[in-house]
Structures are given as structure tokens and as C-alpha cells.
């Protein structure tokens, strides 16, 4: 029996039930004269199998019940079954889609801005491509390269409705096939582009990653994902999803190296996301491939962090200056309100 708030779903077996009751048969009896096993009886009285056409035949010939009745009564169990199920699915998933970000998604044109509870399952639904939003949870459908994520919380939702929107996007990226060597081979080149504008830089970005098999997609941010980017694969190309509207190069560029260190170093093709040590890994790779380790510690030897300071090691590393003063902000070289002026502020469209 499958119930819902609306539906009750009884099948045939219970109605045979109570002919064996009235009767005074045992199910062991009823077995024998159907000529089928007792536990086929047993699962049939209980739900679990199917009334066929050949057993209302049979129920027929010993009940004395037309077969018509026994199919009648299965078909509609099975279609409560659908509804009941149905509904318990709804019910779930509206709880699930509140703890969306829904009005934001909205707001960006990326669902239908709706306020019924059910049309907003619906649109979601559509939106990630699956029959049922629990199904989120499933590391098939979400295999990316980031902290593991959990369908009860807010911030993972929100990074899982960014991602999926940045599979979209990528479906109308053609790329090469994936081509890893080709990559690492092209990091010069793309550290190189630090000193240029976004407008410059990123047509030919996107050109390079998609020579190497990766798409590359800008994104605006989504509240509550705590979020920079994402890497995944999908399909025969790799997705790198950058959050970039509107931040600092030197966030930009250490985002944008960090996700190619999960390609690099392996960690996009694991199937349950990356360790807290993955994600160290790919900070230090990308924290190393902007500014070489001894190079930064023989500039902070020297104890001098003039703006003329500054400016000279990023000319002679062949980077912005920007991202010197972010390295040293963020390891507590300087503080945080030091230097600011020499960071570029990026305004990358979708």
C-alpha cells in the first residue's frame, strides 16, 4: 500500500485477501488451486508483483470474479501508485526548492519568476534536467571539482544551480578534444595576459582553452555559494565556471589557476569531488605558478614594499603588479588597505 496526503493506493491482492478470509482458505490452499507458488502469492496479496492478464484469468476460473474486475482494480492501483508518488515527489521537492535561491535564479533570467510552490518544482526540475530534485544529490549528475557537496544546504544548492548553468553555457562552446600536455604547455602564455585588459585578454583565453578541450564560462556570482569557480566534465569537454564580474585581477587570476590545477593535477575525473587537501594543492599550484616560491621569499628578504618596489618585481616576473600586492596581503605581508591602487578591477560580462 502506497499512501500520500491525497492518495491511497490498495492493491488487487487485498481484495483477494479478504475473498480467501470469507472463505476460510488459506493462502497455501489458494496457491495450489492457482496453480503458483506461495510466495508468488504472498508478494502478489502484498503488492510487489503485478496482476497480469493470464492471473485475472485465473483468479476468475477459482474466485469465480471476472477477470475484467481484477484488471480493472490493478490498473487503477497502479495509476494511485503514480499519483501517490507524484505527490510525495512534490511535496519533497518544495521543500528542497525553498532552500533555492530561487528569486535570485529568477532575477537573472535563468528560471521563470513564478511564486507557486509547485511551478517553482516544475521550472527547477526543467532547469537541472532530472524528474526529481533529490536526485541532486546523486555524484553522477554533480561530479565537480570542489568541496563536497550536500543537497540539505543552502550554499551547496547554490553552487550546484550556478554549475548547472554554466553546463548550459559551455553546450554552445565547441572546443578540441581534451588535451592536457597542450594545456600545461600554454601557461606561459595565459600568466603573460596579466598585464593585459579583460577585453584583450579574454578572447584570446577562452580560444586557447578551448585549443586544450576546456570551455571556459563567466558567471555572475550566487549569493550563498561562497563560490569563485567550479571545474567539471562534462561530457568530452572539461567546463572551468569563473565568478568574475566585478572582482580584482588578482582574485581572478589565482581563481582562474587554481580550477586549472584540479585539470593538471588530476582532480577533475574524481567521482565524489576533491579532499580539503585537493583543494590546498591546487591553491599552492596556482599561488606557485603566478609568483615561483623562492622568488617571492628573496623579494620579501629585501624587506622593501615600495610602490617602485612592487612594480619592479612584477615587471621583472612578467606579471601585474596587482598580484604581488595581493600575494603579500594575503600572507600578511602588508595589510589589507596597502598598496590597493595598483589592483585592476575587472569587469567581465557574461
Known amino acids: 500500500m502506497v499512501r500520500s496526503r491525497s492518495y491511497i493506493a490498495v492493491p488487487p491482492g487485498a481484495t483477494v485477501k479478504e475473498q480467501l478470509e470469507d472463505r476460510g482458505m488459506s493462502q497455501k ?11 508468488h502469492i504472498s508478494q502478489f496479496i502484498h503488492g510487489n508483483v503485478q496482476l497480469t ?10 474466485l469465480g470474479v471476472p477477470a475484467k474486475f481484477w484488471n480493472h482494480l490493478e490498473a487503477i492501483y ?23 535561491p530561487y528569486s535570485e535564479l529568477a532575477k537573472l533570467g535563468w528560471v521563470s519568476e513564478t511564486r507557486v510552490a509547485k511551478e517553482k518544482v516544475i521550472n527547477l526540475r526543467k532547469y537541472f534536467e532530472v524528474v526529481q530534485l533529490s536526485l541532486l544529490g546523486n555524484s553522477q ?23 548547472q548553468k554554466a553546463k548550459l553555457v559551455a553546450r554552445d562552446i565547441k572546443v578540441a578534444p581534451i588535451n592536457i600536455k597542450e594545456l600545461i604547455s600554454s601557461l606561459p602564455e595565459m600568466r603573460m595576459m596579466t ?15 578551448a585549443d586544450c578541450g576546456i570551455a571556459l564560462v563567466f558567471l555572475p556570482h550566487l549569493k550563498g555559494s561562497f563560490l569563485q569557480g567550479a571545474t567539471f566534465l562534462d561530457g568530452s569537454k572539461i567546463v572551468v565556471g ?15 589557476f587554481h580550477e586549472l590545477a584540479h585539470v593538471v593535477l588530476g582532480h577533475v575525473s574524481q567521482r565524489d569531488g576533491t579532499t580539503d587537501q585537493d583543494e590546498k594543492e591546487a591553491d599552492r599550484w596556482s599561488r606557485d605558478l603566478l609568483i615561483p616560491e623562492r622568488d617571492f621569499e ?12 612592487l612594480c619592479g618585481f612584477a615587471d621583472k616576473l612578467g606579471i601585474a603588479p596587482g598580484i604581488v600586492v595581493g600575494r603579500l596581503q594575503n600572507e600578511g605581508v602588508i595589510k589589507y588597505n596597502m598598496m590597493n591602487e595598483l589592483k585592476e578591477h575587472y569587469l567581465i560580462g557574461e
Open 29 to 39: 490452499e489458494f496457491a495450489a488451486r492457482m496453480d503458483m507458488s506461495e510466495k
Open 53 to 62: 492478464l493470464e492471473m485475472a484469468m485465473r483468479l476468475e476460473m477459482v
Open 78 to 100: 497502479r495509476e494511485k501508485i503514480l499519483m501517490a508518488e507524484a505527490e510525495n515527489g512534490m511535496d519533497a521537492d518544495i521543500e528542497l526548492a525553498k532552500k533555492m
Open 141 to 163: 549528475i554533480t561530479r565537480i571539482a570542489c568541496r563536497r557537496l550536500a543537497v540539505t544546504e543552502k550554499g551547496d544548492l547554490a553552487l550546484i544551480a550556478w554549475v
Open 195 to 209: 598585464e593585459q585588459t579583460p577585453k584583450t585578454f579574454c578572447p584570446k583565453l577562452k580560444q586557447i582553452l
Open 242 to 256: 569563473l565568478t568574475a564580474r566585478g572582482k580584482d585581477a588578482d582574485k581572478f587570476w589565482f581563481s582562474l
Open 298 to 309: 628573496d623579494f620579501i628578504a629585501q624587506n622593501n614594499f615600495s610602490r617602485q618596489s
